[in-house]
């Protein structure tokens, strides 16, 4: 089964300042989909951003990109100017049918 | 509906209750998914249905959890003899497609006391 591995269990960050999140994968698929979501405490669970393994520009909305290095099996979130409404549990997922989450990290922003 | 709903949102079970936990997708999403969300960690999958066929129920932990899709909408998974070991929220997800994003409910709250 695919393996997806979220190395740092907390981040801090100052308000409006820039974050990166790491996430790993391992897989054996060429075809795939990887995506970021966010947890805020309410515990819905809300896409940030997603990315098509075929593509290879990377993926941004507004504040949110990733760096996404297919070779590398890698695919980082970048937060810019954060703000106190990015606090949450941030989850990398794979998915080529199903889908796979890492273990999350919690991302805390400082005023 | 406009979201994925899960009912009940919160359920005390005494151990060795059976529980049934219920998934309305959105409305013609094909895929169907359940997790396992413990305090703190990532969601575990569970199990995966394409329309009401189950394709993957690799992650449910022991025969005692079942999960069915009868009519390809509503989805429910079933504990039986529940365990402390069963208490988590569980998630549902349900997307439109097989390489879509999913979208996801507000979990049930399971505590087996």
């Known amino acids: 089964a695919q393996t997806v591995t979220q190395s740092q269990p907390e981040m801090s960050v100052q308000e409006a300042e820039t974050v990166t999140l790491s996430c790993t994968y391992d897989?054996?698929?060429?075809?795939?989909?990887l995506f970021w979501y966010k947890q805020p405490p309410s515990r819905q669970m809300i896409l940030v951003i997603r990315?098509?393994?075929?593509?290879?520009q990377n993926a941004t909305e507004n504040r949110f990109s990733v760096n996404f290095q297919k070779a590398a099996k890698s695919f980082s979130l970048k937060i810019s100017d954060s703000q106190l409404g990015d606090a949450a549990m941030y989850f990398c997922?794979?998915?080529?049918?199903?889908?796979?989450f890492g273990a999350g990290t919690r991302l805390t922003v400082k005023p | 509906g406009a979201g994925v709903s899960q009912s009940p949102r919160y359920k005390v079970a005494k151990r060795g209750q059976d529980v049934a936990l219920r998934c309305d997708p959105i409305?013609?999403?094909?895929?169907l998914f359940w997790y396992q969300q413990a305090l703190g960690q990532g969601p575990e999958f569970l199990t995966y249905?394409?329309?009401?066929?189950?394709?993957?129920k690799s992650g449910l932990p022991s025969d005692r959890f079942f999960a069915e899709r009868p009519e390809g909408s509503v989805s429910t998974l079933k504990i039986q003899r529940t365990q402390q070991e069963d208490s988590a929220v569980y998630l549902c997800?349900?997307?439109?497609?097989?390489?879509?994003?999913?979208?996801f409910g507000q979990g049930t709250r399971l505590t087996v006391v």
């Open positions: 997800a349900s997307s439109h497609g097989e390489n879509t994003e999913a979208f």
């Open positions: 897989t054996s698929e060429s075809d795939y989909y």
């Open positions: 990315q098509e393994a075929y593509k290879q």
């Open positions: 997922a794979y998915r080529s049918y199903d889908m796979r």
């Open positions: 409305s013609g999403h094909v895929s």
């Open positions: 249905f394409q329309n009401e066929a189950q394709l993957d």
